[in-house]
């Protein structure tokens, strides 16, 4: 069984920045491609940023690249995503998730979180 959670969320000010970290349980961690996926209230979830399992390939939004940057830390077990210049539109849950493609998705993973709220003030 594999167990995702999320951390480092909170409020902050437009123009922040925030890292959130995914830990994950077992001796797995290498073979999965790992996700960042984002939900707002009212609003579907939406794909924010992906890494495959080595983290030499990533893929972003459109509405997070250049502002956020996806990492992962094998030895640590470890997925991080560092927000900059953070907006009030990205406010929301945000969900790691694990998966054994590295896709563009908000479905296509085999893990997930329970989330981490990120609230960013005008």
């Known amino acids: 069984q594999v167990q995702l959670v999320e951390s480092g969320g909170g409020l902050v000010q437009a123009g922040g920045s925030l890292r959130l970290s995914c830990a994950v349980s077992?001796?797995?961690?290498?073979?999965?491609?790992m996700g960042w996926i984002r939900q707002a209230p009212g609003k579907e979830r939406e794909f924010g940023a992906a890494?495959?399992?080595?983290?030499?390939?990533?893929y972003y939004a459109d509405s997070v690249k250049g502002r956020f940057t996806i990492s992962r830390d094998n030895a640590k077990n470890t997925v991080y995503l560092q927000m900059n210049s953070l907006k009030p539109e990205d406010t929301a849950v945000y969900y790691c998730?694990?998966?054994?493609?590295?896709?563009?998705?908000?479905?296509?993973?085999?893990?997930w979180g329970q989330g981490t709220q990120v609230t960013v003030s005008s």
């Open positions: 998730a694990a998966g054994r493609k590295l896709v563009v998705s908000t479905t296509a993973y085999d893990y």
């Open positions: 890494i495959s399992r080595s983290g030499y390939s990533t």
């Open positions: 077992g001796r797995t961690f290498g073979s999965y491609a």
